[in-house]
């Protein structure tokens, strides 16, 4: 289930310096994280040859991010796996494992 934003959340905006800051505190937002592909293409296909869980895999790596001070993850996402060919959302596995 997609879900509107919930505004009593801080958002980021890019001020007038090209700075990215935080909604509610207007301090500069830095993070430190990696870049994720696990639920899509060859993260998603490697995981399968494993014979491994993706959504416990995605967990573990969650974990991990954790351990090592992450805040912040961006993930890969390949339209082309969760819409058709005009744009529709399709509610498929790779969808699924996205919302984890």
Request: glycine share 6%.
């Amino acid at each position: 289930m997609l879900r509107a934003q919930d505004t009593s959340v801080p958002t980021i905006y890019v001020d007038d310096q090209g700075v990215m800051r935080w909604s509610d505190t207007r301090q500069e937002a830095a993070f430190y994280g990696v870049n994720y592909c696990l639920p899509f293409a060859h993260g998603y296909r490697a995981i399968d040859y494993l014979g491994k869980d993706h959504k416990q895999a995605i967990d573990r790596d969650v974990y991990h991010f954790t351990r090592l001070g992450f805040n912040a993850y961006r993930i890969h996402v390949w339209d082309v796996e969760i819409t058709d060919s005009v744009g529709n959302l399709l509610e498929n596995e790779h969808l699924d494992l996205l919302m984890v």
